[in-house]
């Protein structure tokens, strides 16, 4: 159809509202439209658009001129001298950008047809960008098919640009003298906005993928053929220290020598290499690294490497969360109503804040690594490892590979990637030896050197790293004795007692042997609520009564056994489940019997009490059930010291 045709249609149309046959089915919907709007056909100039608004706009829609900028730069060089216009609009039809000559922007600035102006079909009649935009199709507009007869010099080419979910987020338009309308004009205008539908597309996934990048805790760094680094993750950036300007201009290998550089050379199907300790050095400074390398192969070339790398320190937060590495027991799970108790449990309590080292000392069964998991989880390193050690449980042979680790080859039958130890594991946690007494006399210089140094070397390493530790050690005998007897160094013990506890036996607290045993019992009663019971006065009588050599343990496991076996509801003989291993057939308090007068006895039990508590006046008093005022004069009535009686000046 020429443009006389079309001239005549449009004719047809404005004064007899008639539409003719060969008026295009999107023009004609456009037409009726912008006549029931009363758009004037002797129109058609842009309006300008509010600065602001503009500048809003223009912000709002800068990712659209950024991609389609360059596309339309390359579109421009192909139609250059053909006196063609390029319209870039977002999705509401404001002209964000255009690209001219001279000629076509003077026409283009005759109808203000310029960036800022709205050109929609009720802003300025039927046009082609409107029609795109509005019925979202491309669309080839010569002539007389705009609507307002100021545009019918005008040919016009447009496409709507979609987004990620197929919304119409603008349009890219060519115009140019109706007399040069050619069919191929659309072709090029509809592949023109394929390409920024797929530079769209393409920036949101490499956006996507930059983000799942950055967000990453393992550094990543892409190096070329040559091993100089091309991009890198944050995480990588805060691993190494330096930003990519900087690590470029270094060849990657020299900071990881220990990484199969060699092997990722020679592979060509990709196949990824690990390292889950290797070292990565810095300067003067060497880190501890899980790392791995992943060639990238294109067209069965290596072009690249991808590193991913971890501190150790992270690796080891992973592998102590897998294994268990953590307390369970806070202060809540110490059952005690007994003062002396009470007391121990405010001390320890009180340790907690501080990162000194702890003895604690205590018979087999009076809880403590109950204890040490409390004071863990009271203190400011509750989120990070909890290690338990027990000394009497490792050989002898494996006692420094096991608490110092190894380097790869350090001896035969070791891993070959080395190994941490449990005070590398431990760091910046808590780590807890128990059975201290138990460590063999020939590695107690090595422990010293960690517990005075706070750094471990590794078995075959040759540097040293530096801890973050606390360190709580627990023994079953009297690491004084063991001193004096030489089974334990005298430094390493003086290194150990600076904050220390003393769990008394069970027999000595007998308050508390009633109130734990109806603590054990409520558990299994929760438990097993269909064959709950309960305790009558004998059986905590003899509960009482009872020396408990395995103390609280002991207990616990005679209130389970009562529980499963006992028949009926009410237990009434505690001794049937009592343990049948040999028990003292007097008590403490019977061997304290005095054959003196009731005044010396009096003064005997006074004393006795005293050290009980550690030379502590006002709870030996509680203890005996009379002011601190009275306690005060029966010590000097029977010239009592609790100095000495704590033991201090012993």
């Not at 047809?113 to 082609?128: H, K, Q």
């Not at 305790?535 to 009482?544: A, I, S, T, Y």
């Not at 009564?545 to 529980?563: D, S």
């Not at 489940?577 to 005044?599: C, H, M």
């Amino acid at each position: 159809m020429d443009l006389d045709e079309k001239k005549r249609l449009w004719e047809e149309f404005i004064y007899k509202g008639a539409i003719g046959p060969g008026v295009n089915r999107n023009v004609a919907l456009s037409w009726m439209k912008c006549s029931k709007k009363k758009v004037d056909p002797y129109g058609g100039m842009g309006r300008k658009t509010d600065p602001e608004l503009l500048r809003s706009i223009r912000e709002e829609n800068q990712w659209l001129i950024d991609i389609a900028g360059p596309i339309m730069r390359n579109l421009f060089d192909i139609v250059s001298g053909s006196h063609f216009l390029l319209v870039l609009t977002d999705s509401c039809g404001y002209i964000l950008e255009t690209i001219g000559d001279e000629a076509v922007n003077r026409m283009a600035h005759e109808m203000h047809f310029e960036v800022g102006m709205l050109w929609n079909d009720d802003a300025v009649g039927t046009n082609a960008i409107g029609v795109a935009l509005d019925q979202d199709v491309q669309i080839q507009m010569a002539g007389a098919e705009h609507y307002c007869i100021t545009h019918h010099k005008w040919t016009c080419s447009a496409s709507p640009i979609h987004g990620l979910n197929g919304e119409v987020v603008g349009c890219l338009n060519i115009s140019g003298d109706a007399s040069m309308a050619n069919s191929h004009s659309l072709g090029i205008v509809a592949a023109a906005a394929f390409g920024i539908e797929n530079q769209i597309l393409q920036r949101h996934t490499t956006g996507l993928m930059r983000t799942a990048l950055d967000s990453s805790s393992d550094g990543i760094v892409i190096l070329d053929e040559s091993f100089r680094s091309v991009w890198m993750n944050k995480a990588a950036e805060n691993i190494l220290f330096m930003g990519l300007s900087e690590l470029s201009g270094i060849d990657f290998r020299s900071l990881m020598p220990d990484m199969p550089w060699v092997a990722s050379e020679k592979s060509s199907q990709g196949k990824r290499h690990v390292r889950n300790d290797c070292k990565l050095i810095l300067g003067s400074m060497t880190y501890q690294m899980s790392a791995s390398i992943s060639p990238i192969i294109f067209e069965r070339s290596t072009i690249g490497y991808s590193v991913s790398m971890m501190r150790q320190e992270q690796l080891l937060k992973t592998v102590n969360k897998v294994t268990g590495n953590h307390a369970t027991y806070t202060f809540d799970d110490i059952y005690a109503t007994d003062p002396v108790m009470k007391r121990v449990i405010q001390m320890a309590q009180k340790y907690s804040k501080y990162d000194g080292n702890i003895l604690i000392e205590g018979e087999s069964g009076t809880g403590k690594e109950l204890f040490a998991q409390a004071i863990h989880n009271a203190s400011a390193r509750a989120d990070a490892p909890f290690i338990t050690i027990n000394c009497a449980s490792i050989p002898r042979d494996l006692v420094e590979s096991e608490l110092f680790g190894y380097e790869k080859g350090a001896f035969t039958g070791a891993l070959k990637e080395g190994k941490p130890g449990k005070f590398e594991l431990a760091d910046g946690g808590t780590i807890f030896l128990d059975e201290i007494g138990e460590m063999p006399l020939e590695f107690q210089p090595k422990l010293l050197r960690i517990v005075q140094s706070r750094c471990v070397q590794r078995l075959g390493g040759k540097y040293e790293k530096k801890l973050d530790i606390r360190i709580i050690v627990a023994t079953n005998r009297n690491l004084k004795d063991e001193v004096a007897a030489r089974n334990f160094r005298e430094d390493l013990y003086f290194r150990f007692n600076v904050l220390k506890l003393t769990i008394p036996p069970l027999r000595e607290r007998k308050k508390d042997i009633a109130y734990c045993a109806e603590k054990f019992l409520e558990h299994f009663n929760q438990r097993y609520p269909e064959i709950s019971k309960a305790m009558d006065g004998r059986f905590l009588r003899e509960l009482e009564g009872h020396y408990w050599p395995g103390n609280v343990r002991e207990l616990q496991n005679c209130i389970e056994r009562a529980f499963y076996t006992g028949a009926g509801n009410i237990l009434t003989d505690a001794s049937s489940y009592f343990d049948s291993i040999d028990v003292p057939k007097s008590t403490p308090q019977q061997a304290r019997i005095f054959n003196g007068t009731l005044e010396e006895l009096e003064g005997k039990n006074v004393e006795t009490v005293l050290k009980d508590c550690g030379g502590d006046v006002c709870l030996a008093a509680e203890k005996l059930g009379i002011s601190r005022a009275s306690m005060y004069r029966r010590l000097k009535k029977f010239g009592i010291s609790p100095k000495e009686a704590s033991g201090r000046l012993s």
